[in-house]
Structure formats: structure tokens, C-alpha cells
Nanobody, 114 residues
Framework: QVQLVQSGGGLVQPGGSLRLSCAAS????????MSWYRQAPGKERELVAA????????NYPCSMKGRFTISRDNPKNTVYLQMDNLKPEDTAVYYC???????WGQGTQVTVSS
């Protein structure tokens, strides 16, 4: 079955860190670029980070550079999102994505609050 299954997330205080994981199955993971998106209540879904097939190149919006890190482990068919120095405005549902396959994970809630 072709799918992306996410784990991680939850409640964290401002300034804290979280790591999200996204396990792929049913396709040759290492052949596909991967991305993370997020969607806050009342807002459009936005790109958080993207990574090429080998992990040799990554891309982030300016607001997330230096705080978010995307990585991948191709033998484990998993992509990660490390989030540091989290802010309340980072509160959202986070989704992993395989753009070429138009495939999405189930979404994971991240709440940053004291």
C-alpha cells in the first residue's frame, strides 16, 4: 500500500523542540523528493521544508531557516523534520508530502504554548 505514516508532534513550550517522522511504504522512497507542509486554523497550507532524493539539497522559506531542519534516511524510508526554537505561531497541523506522487501523510498536530 502506497502511504506516508507520520509520528511525533504534540504540545511543547515556546523555545522548545520537536521532531516529526514520516515513514513511507509502497514505493521506492529514494527516488522521490519529499516535503513538509503545515496548515494553521483559518490559513492556507504552506511549505515548511523540502529535500531532494539524496538529501543533498534542502529548501526552506525564510521564516523557518535556521529553526527547522529536514532530513531523510533512505534505507529506513523515512523523512524527518527537526523543529527548534518553536514559537506559538508554529502551531499547526504538519503534513509530509511526496509531491510527484501527490501523496500526503495523515497530519500531525503541533501546539506551541506555555
Amino acid at each position: 500500500q502506497v502511504q506516508l505514516v507520520q509520528s511525533g508532534g504534540g504540545l511543547v513550550q515556546p523555545g522548545g523542540s520537536l521532531r516529526l517522522s514520516c515513514a513511507a511504504s509502497g514505493f521506492t522512497f529514494g527516488r522521490f523528493a519529499m516535503s513538509w507542509y503545515r496548515q494553521a486554523p483559518g490559513k492556507e497550507r504552506e511549505l515548511v521544508a523540502a529535500i531532494t532524493t539524496t538529501g543533498g539539497s534542502t529548501n526552506y522559506p525564510c521564516s523557518m531557516k535556521g529553526r527547522f531542519t529536514i532530513s531523510r534516511d533512505n534505507p529506513k524510508n523515512t523523512v524527518y523534520l527537526q523543529m527548534d526554537n518553536l514559537k506559538p505561531e508554529d502551531t499547526a497541523v504538519y503534513y509530509c508530502n511526496a509531491p510527484s506522487l501527490r501523496l500526503w501523510g495523515q497530519g500531525t498536530q503541533v501546539t506551541v504554548s506555555s
